[in-house]
């Protein structure tokens, strides 16, 4: 076996050296009557070649991946520069365990340090961890700070956040007592609807929203904070498509006390939908009460600067059942990649990708809306994602473009939404050509007519 | 070897009382500092808020631990050490003086009598330590 | 608050000072270009009001260019340990190696642009090997139901629990299951554990570990003995390396008092292709792709945490899950009984994609070499290190082995002191102070990927240090003595926690 180092001979020796005859002997101490008398049932070995032709097979029967695509929906297809990769494939960096040793882990510290910083300008607050493992989770892991902080049960949410960021809270909050409650859209608009805000009473912990919401509409923030503080709640902002952060305000600007977002478009690739990475920000003053690893400035016995994991006893190491979470891996590859696209953008980068997707966004909700039959069911300002009502079922419409215009139009509704049978969600990001869009427009056209 | 005032009474838990009337106050001992090391966080409770007897009041956290700390007796808080907030470091240099954590209004002041001297205190520790 | 203005350099070479990036910063620097807006331009007014704008110009984000990041990420990185360096003898952590050829498939196009969302016909490729790695996790564990959809261990931890908490409630209905709420966890057990258990609701009594290291049998009849225990979390081989030779009796005993009982995977490197937790009568594990199925750590993640059970806990396991139906593979999502959703999408797919090439690559008798080469890997180094170190337990150990720090403490020099030292000898310390239970704990875990010069070099190492521990110990205590930085002042660091960067004006005023 070409991974382990020693040879058959050379084990033979090293089993003499410890005093037995045979490999057996090493599970001398588990009962014989559980050893496995036969070989496991997968697969036999294959080498290289075989294994890269076997899988560039397998992979092309992923047909979506060769199409272009409007897909979004919490996983976005952005331009990533080529030394991302390179970067996170030093073995220096990929091939490390967590930096539990700072001496010999300053590398991973020191951009972890700078990913918490980043996250913190981004978002506008004040402390970030160093990753929770997506979006989903770390909006899971901010109802249940919140639940810690105000000692209250009741969440609402808006129903506009993703379906599977809420189902993924629904199942972490099903033994804690939370009363996760949704609360309705306005029709109209597209975001959380003024009767659903009125639902906030002294009883509730947290008002959850994402924006850019599911349907792609920027809500109100600084509104919702207000009415979320009035009643001593906390407001929990998600965001999936975080490329928005280089135009939209940001959510601390607007008095988020608990900002979570899916990272995965800084320039990690939507790989079927992992690894990601979450982000999680917060107020100082809540620092202690956030979940997952945390690194900090220190300094050695010579005054030198270097990074260390931080605040531990909140984790589960140390405080085991009464920790913040029970995360101990987290994404910390996933959060270097993201760390390497921010500072390769820039400040500049990023400002001018999330515009190009914005323009593209309204060139194309612009050029559909011509379309006879075809309308833009919300009124609200959106970033880069929208829903178009077509005049026939989204899903066998998308499912024809796919065939016949080799097209990949959105994601029907109805995939989530039962009462959106007509619906599509489009995403248009800076790697969707004029010439994608266009031909887009075309094939919704010619499929109709 | 730990320092072990004379005049005030322990508990088993390595907390300190020092009794002026009906008020306490409370603090972790000598001992218990140095098998913490360097505390770095201490979280204590709100003036008001009331406890039992060997309630946990809050906890003091080194950089890899986390200790509750129990009252000795029940009563209602009355001050907080509001400094161990930024200068958690005092439990280490003066657990006696500049590190009180709480005062407390005693419900049942006899339930002091219950409690170790100086040295019956180091006597406990010792054995606690042969364990 | 920053330290920033009173920092010394750690060393004169330019490589060993490199800044943070935003003191690298440069306005006007740029490290992008993007092809020119192909679309006609709209008023951007007309797109977002000003009111929902940034108006701080992303000030503080840094302007560099690209030969700025390269160089700053590759100078940084030369301060990290990693396995491609060197043994990285880390108990519990099975850190192996990560081979170059899994990192190529995961990259290939049709996984990497592969949107989670794609229609079911699109993304058959994927489907189709989600159930293929469930297929061979459910052989190597002996346990028909499984989910891939868990992002790491603790996360697979918590799926597992929830599974139990819902088999119970199913089975017992609200009012009976309400009286069971115990989760049994021994004293040696990762924190992951009772954290997990806490959250699917759970209280933790914690069961004792006997002189010889395994589960005390009989404070587990006691613990069982009232009715309200809902199941046990047990590691296989435990966390002090030693397979739990009463595994069916503990698993008899939870089971006629109403439980079931959960196997912490991590240490499944001891076992794949020799014995399998489903044949011992465990109820549900999670495996550890990252640890076991060498998928790489990255510095701290991403992980992949399948969830393992029997036929019996299948209907509860997350939704959806990757099913074939004749010879096409789909999504079920009706499922009832259903724990929910734990994670957005299908889980770590990319880590999926390398977990099954270990596998095939391997073989399934390369699997087993690789357990054997493991288990013969941490006895060599328990034979080599006897003489010098505490070895607190007996018995044989399989994949890790524990010692402590008991002879060496009389002189002062403790577990922390000989993790450091180690550094300075090239290898990256053991766990240390892991598990709880055993005072000075030092658990070592070679793995397969170590030949045997290095083993002898790394016992070399260690008996070295027990010998400067009694020479020369001042040595040992100021270790490492080798590195770019010493041991850092954490006490300071947790008192007034700096966690991110400022802007010098920023960081005075604050």
Request: negative net charge; aromatic residues 6%; charged residues 25%.
């Amino acid at each position: 076996m070409r991974y382990i180092p020693n040879s058959p001979e050379e084990r033979a020796e090293m089993l003499h050296a410890v005093g037995l005859n045979s490999a057996e002997e090493l599970f001398a101490s588990i009962p014989a009557d559980l050893l496995l008398r036969e070989p496991l049932r997968t697969p036999a070995a294959i080498s290289e070649m075989e294994l890269l032709a076997s899988s560039e097979a397998m992979a092309a029967r992923n047909t979506a991946a060769r199409r272009p695509s409007f897909l979004g929906a919490g996983a976005y297809s952005h331009y990533s520069p080529t030394i991302v990769d390179h970067l996170i494939s030093r073995s220096e960096f990929f091939t490390a365990y967590t930096p539990y040793q700072p001496e010999i882990s300053q590398g991973t510290l020191q951009a972890i340090f700078e990913f918490q910083t980043l996250v913190c300008q981004l978002t506008g607050m004040d402390v970030a961890n160093a990753s929770m493992y997506d979006g989903s989770t770390a909006l899971a892991e901010a109802v249940l700070m919140a639940e810690r902080i105000t000692r209250r049960k009741k969440v609402i949410t808006s129903s506009a956040v993703h379906p599977e960021y809420l189902e993924v809270v629904d199942t972490y909050v099903q033994h804690y007592g939370v009363d996760f409650h949704r609360v309705d859209t306005d029709a109209e608009t597209g975001l959380i609807s003024a009767e659903g805000l009125n639902s906030l009473d002294d009883q509730t912990a947290a008002l959850v929203v994402q924006s850019p919401n599911f349907f792609g509409c920027i809500e109100d923030v600084r509104a919702l904070a207000e009415r979320a503080h009035a009643v001593g709640a906390l407001l929990i902002v998600a965001v999936t498509e975080s490329i928005s952060f280089g135009l939209l305000r940001s959510p601390g600007a607007c008095g988020a006390d608990i900002v979570v977002a899916e990272g995965q478009s800084f320039g990690v690739p939507v790989s079927f939908g992992g690894p990601f990475v979450g982000l999680f920000a917060t107020r100082d003053r809540f620092a202690r009460q956030i979940p997952g690893r945390l690194v900090g400035e220190a300094v050695d016995k010579q005054g030198r600067r270097g990074f260390v994991l931080t605040l531990a006893t909140r984790e589960q190491h140390i405080r085991r059942e009464k920790a913040t979470s029970n995360i101990c891996t987290n994404e910390g590859l996933i959060a270097l990649a993201a760390t390497i696209y921010l500072e390769t953008m820039g400040r500049q980068g990023l400002q001018e990708v999330a515009t190009q997707c914005a323009q593209k966004a309204a060139y194309c909700a612009r050029r559909i809306s011509e379309l006879e039959g075809f309308s833009l069911p919300f009124s609200a300002p959106r970033f880069n994602e929208f829903v178009v009502r077509a005049p026939v079922g989204a899903k066998g419409l998308l499912s024809r473009l796919a065939s016949e215009k080799e097209i990949t139009g959105g994601l029907a509704l109805s995939r989530y939404y039962t009462d959106r049978p007509n619906d599509f969600l489009v995403c248009v990001t800076e790697t969707n050509s004029r010439q994608e869009i266009d031909a887009l427009v075309e094939g919704l056209k010619e499929l109709i007519a | 070897m730990a320092n072990v005032p004379e005049d005030l009474h322990y508990s088993k838990d390595h907390e300190w009382i020092r009794v002026e009337g009906d008020i306490g106050t409370i603090g972790i001992t000598d001992h218990a500092q140095h098998s913490l090391g360097d505390v770095v966080y201490v979280e204590l409770p709100k003036t008001g808020e009331t406890f039992a007897a060997h309630e946990s009041f809050g906890s003091v956290e080194s950089v890899k631990a986390v200790s509750e700390i129990f009252t000795p007796v029940g009563g209602s808080i009355t001050e907080v050490n509001e400094t161990l907030q930024d200068e958690p470091e005092k439990v280490n240099n003066d657990p006696y003086g500049e590190a009180w954590m709480i005062r407390i209004r005693m419900s049942n002041p006899g339930e002091v009598d219950s409690l170790l001297n100086a040295a019956e205190y180091e006597d406990f520790t010792k054995a606690e330590e042969t364990e | 608050m920053s330290q920033s203005t009173n920092i010394t350099k750690a060393a004169p070479h330019i490589t060993q000072n490199e800044s943070l990036i935003f003191e690298r910063s440069q306005t006007g620097r740029k490290g992008y270009r993007l092809p020119p807006l192909d679309v006609d331009e709209t008023p951007l007014d007309e797109i977002v009001p000003a009111a929902l704008r940034r108006d701080d110009d992303l000030a503080g984000m840094p302007e560099v260019s690209e030969v700025d990041v390269v160089r700053h990420f590759t100078r940084i990185s030369t301060w990290n340990y990693s396995i491609d360096l060197g043994m990285y003898p880390l108990g519990s952590c099975t850190m192996k190696y990560n081979s170059r050829l899994n990192e190529k498939v995961a990259r290939i196009p049709g996984f990497a642009n592969l949107h989670p969302l794609a229609p079911e016909e699109d993304a058959q490729g994927a489907l189709q090997l989600i159930y293929e790695l469930q297929e061979s996790l459910s052989e190597i564990t002996g346990l028909a139901g499984i989910s891939l959809q868990p992002a790491a261990g603790a996360h697979g931890e918590m799926t597992g629990v929830m599974i139990i908490r819902a088999f119970i409630d199913a089975r017992d209905g609200a009012g009976a299951s309400a009286k069971r709420r115990t989760m049994l966890i021994p004293d040696s057990a990762h924190g992951t554990n009772p954290a997990s258990a806490n959250l699917s609701g759970f209280t933790v009594k914690t069961i004792r570990s006997t002189a010889e290291g395994f589960t005390d049998l009989d404070h587990l009849r006691e613990l069982c003995a009232h009715g309200d225990v809902a199941g046990l979390m047990l590691t296989n081989p435990n966390t002090l390396g030693l397979f739990e030779k009463n595994i069916k009796e503990i698993c008899r005993i939870v089971h006629e008092a109403g439980g079931l009982v959960y196997m912490d995977g991590a240490n499944m490197n001891a076992l794949v292709g020799v014995a399998r937790p489903g044949d011992m009568g465990v109820d549900v594990i999670h495996l550890n792709l990252h640890k076991t199925f060498s998928t790489p750590h990255g510095g701290g993640g991403p992980g992949c945490g399948p969830c393992c059970c029997t036929k019996e806990l299948e209907p509860f396991l997350p939704v959806p899950r990757v099913v074939k139906d004749g010879e096409a593979f789909r999504l079920d999502f009706d499922r009832p009984q259903s724990i929910g959703r734990v994670k957005a999408f299908h889980g770590n797919f990319g880590m999926m994609v390398r977990a099954l090439a270990y596998i095939q690559t391997h073989g399934n008798d390369g699997l087993r070499e690789a357990t054997e080469a493991a288990v013969l890997n941490a006895r060599y180094v328990a034979h080599g290190l006897t003489s010098d170190y505490d070895k607190p337990f007996a018995a044989d150990p399989m994949h890790e082995v524990v010692f402590t720090d008991k002879r060496q403490s009389r002189k002062g020099v403790h577990t922390l002191d000989i993790a450091k030292r180690l550094i300075d000898y090239g290898f990256h310390p053991m766990t240390i102070y892991f598990p709880l239970i055993v005072q000075g704990a030092m658990l070592i875990e070679p793995t397969e990927s170590v030949g045997r010069q290095e083993l002898d070099q790394f016992i070399a190492a260690m008996r070295s240090i027990a010998r400067e521990a009694v020479e020369d110990p001042e040595t040992v205590l100021g270790a490492p003595h080798t590195t770019r930085i010493g041991r850092l002042d954490e006490a300071a660091a947790a008192r007034k926690p700096v966690l991110r960067w400022k802007p010098k004006e920023a960081a005075s005023a604050a």
